[in-house]
T-cell receptor
Framework: EPEVTQTPSHQVTQMGQEVILRCVPI?????FYWYRQILGQKVEFLVS????????KSEIFDDQFSVERPDGSNFTLKIRSTKLEDSAMYFC????????????????FGEGSWLTVV | QKEVEQNSGPLSVPEGAIASLNCTYS??????FFWYRQYSGKSPELIMS????GDKEDGRFTAQLNKASQYVSLLIRDSQPSDSATYLC???????????FGKGTLLTVNP
């Protein structure tokens, strides 16, 4: 079964360092997302990406964050200068279609990247 | 602010019983509704989606939607210890297609 893959599974970084989290969405999917989940809290939307541009971003997604689809398969999240409060599980997700009621409307999540900022 | 509310639990049921999980949402424009299961330290895994009022059954799982009451529920029949996890309710508004999650309900099924 096709799946969203993410690397690394776990990264420890020093405060102020840049981090890039990588994702390979499901191959025929067109809509891509990053979510995060701080330990013990709910899953929060960060950004959505379609047709090579950001379609929506949350208040969390400030100037320290950026996303890129550098080629036909990868989707990356960059945090320029990490803060302690960026420590969380980051989930990449993808969706095939925007047709409400279609099974292709389902958002599928990768296994996540644990980011620990020390 | 668009909210999705769930009872955080924990909800504890004996093996073989029916587990009932509830969710309310504030955005009347929501069109798609999802239940995800999340094991500790893992990613959300889709259990069911529902788009129309009424019931939708898939194996041991039944999702129920009442848009007038802004209420979604998930019933798990013949609960198994392997069903022990956090169940996340998520809604999607048709116009922007992002998921808004509730905090989740922790379900424990006791052997």
């Amino acid at each position: 079964e096709p799946e969203v893959t993410q690397t690394p599974s776990h990264q420890v970084t020093q405060m102020g360092q840049e981090v890039i989290l990588r994702c390979v969405p499901i191959s025929n999917h067109l809509y891509f997302y990053w979510y995060r989940q701080i330990l013990g809290q709910k899953v929060e939307f960060l950004v959505s990406f379609y047709n090579n541009e950001i379609s929506e971003k949350s208040e969390i997604f400030d100037d320290q964050f950026s996303v890129e689809r550098p080629d036909g398969s990868n989707f990356t999240l960059k945090i320029r200068s990490t803060k302690l409060e960026d420590s969380a599980m980051y989930f990449c997700a993808s969706r095939e279609t925007d047709r409400v009621g279609s099974s292709g409307n389902t958002i599928y999540f990768g296994e996540g990247s644990w980011l620990t900022v020390v | 602010q668009k909210e999705v509310e769930q009872n955080s639990g924990p909800l504890s049921v004996p093996e073989g019983a029916i587990a009932s999980l509830n969710c309310t949402y504030s955005d009347r424009g929501s069109q798609s509704f999802f239940w995800y299961r999340q094991y500790s330290g893992k990613s959300p895994e889709l259990i069911m989606s529902i788009y129309s009022n009424g019931d939708k059954e898939d194996g041991r799982f039944t999702a129920q939607l009442n848009k007038a009451s802004q209420y979604v529920s998930l019933l798990i029949r013949d609960s198994q210890p392997s069903d022990s996890a956090t169940y996340l309710c998520a809604v999607m508004r048709g116009s922007n297609y992002k998921l808004t999650f509730g905090k989740g309900t922790l379900l424990t099924v006791n052997p």
